[in-house]
């Protein structure tokens, strides 16, 4: 399983790149709201740091509209993800789209049959939600599992973003479900290095070698 960031701020892509385990970027309305940049130019920024896929969400919710804006953003650079919400405006979208050559992730996955129309409308990427389907009770990971085993059966090359991640624990999870991506928040992240016998084997390592002889 690969690792996304979920975010729209250049600091967090910047400082998570580094780390040299990030092969993509998520962005959806709320994320690049925070940013009060323009979300063009802000699309640019990640482009040119990032060369894996870039995902940039449309807003209108027909499909004519999100056509449009898809073809312009598509421009922005080679690796733009046109991100498309799972309504049947957007699968018609998306299957224009996949004429086109342009990559497509469709997002707000909440049920495997969702997953399986939108891999048919040609999507490149699904994105089930784990976070909120844990909020109301389902299990987000069971989710991603039963849409891993519906494209092996099926021999589907959409490949699985788990997204809206809460917590560690999601990550392996997902890997475990057999999810392709997981989009993680930044603070995920850096929660996902602590262990407490990390911590405690450095101090003990660094006490030894003060105290040598
Ligand atoms: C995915 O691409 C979305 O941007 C994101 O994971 C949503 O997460 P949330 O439920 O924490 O807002």
Not at 22 to 46: C, H, Q
Not at 162 to 182: N, V
Not at 186 to 200: A, E, G, N, R, S
């Amino acid at each position: 399983m690969k690792f996304f960031i979920d975010t729209a701020n250049m600091k967090e892509i910047e400082m998570a790149y580094e780390l040299g385990i990030i092969a993509g970027v998520t962005t959806n309305p709320s994320l690049v709201a925070k940013e009060n940049v323009s979300f063009e130019d802000r699309l640019r920024e990640i482009t040119a740091l990032v060369s894996g896929s870039v995902s940039a969400e449309v807003i209108a919710l027909d499909a004519e509209g999100m056509i449009k804006e898809g073809r312009e953003l598509a421009k922005i650079a080679p690796n733009i993800t046109i991100k498309v919400p799972m309504t049947p405006e957007g699968l018609k979208a998306v299957h224009t789209f996949s004429k086109e050559g342009i990559k497509t992730n469709v997002t707000l996955i909440f049920s495997a049959n969702q997953a399986l129309m939108a891999a048919r409308a040609g999507a490149s990427y699904v994105s089930p939600f784990l976070g909120r389907l844990d909020d109301i009770g389902q299990s987000g990971v069971e989710l991603v599992g039963a849409i891993a085993e519906i494209f092996a059966i099926h021999d589907i090359n959409t490949e699985i973003i788990a997204a809206s991640i809460r917590h560690p624990q999601h990550i392996t999870e997902a890997a475990l479900a057999g999810a392709h991506i997981a989009t993680v928040p930044y603070k995920v992240i850096m929660q996902m290095f602590h262990h407490p016998l990390t911590d405690k084997g450095i101090e003990s390592f660094l006490n030894d070698w003060n105290n040598r002889t």
